[in-house]
């Protein structure tokens, strides 16, 4: 058997260890109640003690990296980096060709009790087919026919051309044959 690769800590490795733990979890608790006293602040105040501009008036994106580097709440470093957005051609100028700068969700687009004519195993053309023959079949009343010649005359369209057969006959493709020949000479 081979012996192990580390060795078993002692005592005072394990004491070093749990001291300086403990002084790890002191220094993140006086982070944590330093950042709970600068949100209760109001932002003037907390912008004229460290003499930093409100967001809004930086002018370059230096000054933001710099307004960043401060010890400041979270809401504060929010509105420079807003401010930067503005203040970066390259960010603020969108060209319209960003792929996903559009809300292209389902969400977005339903409208309330749409229905769609495919069907499953059918497909498309022939629920419709089925629908335009209907109408076809139904004639306007009379009446409704006289108040729209006296509106506007009415222009006559050729009959719409059929669709083409959903489900055409197959025919057989003629079969092609490679040929080769090779000059032996």
């Known amino acids: 058997m081979s012996a192990p690769t580390h060795k078993p800590r002692d005592f005072w490795s394990r004491r070093r260890a749990g001291v300086e733990a403990e002084e790890q979890a002191l220094e993140a608790r006086a982070v944590q109640a330093e950042a709970a006293k600068l949100e209760e602040r109001p932002d003037e105040e907390i912008l004229a003690e460290l003499n930093l501009p409100e967001p809004e008036a930086l002018d370059s994106p230096d000054a933001v990296r710099d307004f960043l580097k401060a010890e400041l709440p979270q ?37 309330e009790k749409m229905q769609t004519v495919y069907q ?25 026919i006289e ?39």
């Open 75 to 111: 809401r504060l470093k929010t509105r420079a980096l807003r401010r930067l957005w503005r203040l970066n051609p390259v960010l603020a100028n969108l060209d319209g060709l960003v792929d996903y700068g559009e809300d292209f969700t389902d969400a977005a687009m339903v409208i």
């Open 147 to 185: 108040d729209v010649e006296d509106e506007a005359p009415m222009i006559l369209a050729a009959e719409p051309a059929p669709l083409p057969d959903p489900d055409p006959e197959p025919t057989a493709m003629p079969q092609r044959r490679m040929r080769f020949a090779f000059d032996t000479a």
């Open 120 to 144: 499953v195993g059918k497909g498309m053309a022939t629920a419709f087919l089925e629908d335009e023959a209907d109408e076809d079949t139904e004639e306007a009343p009379a009446e409704e």
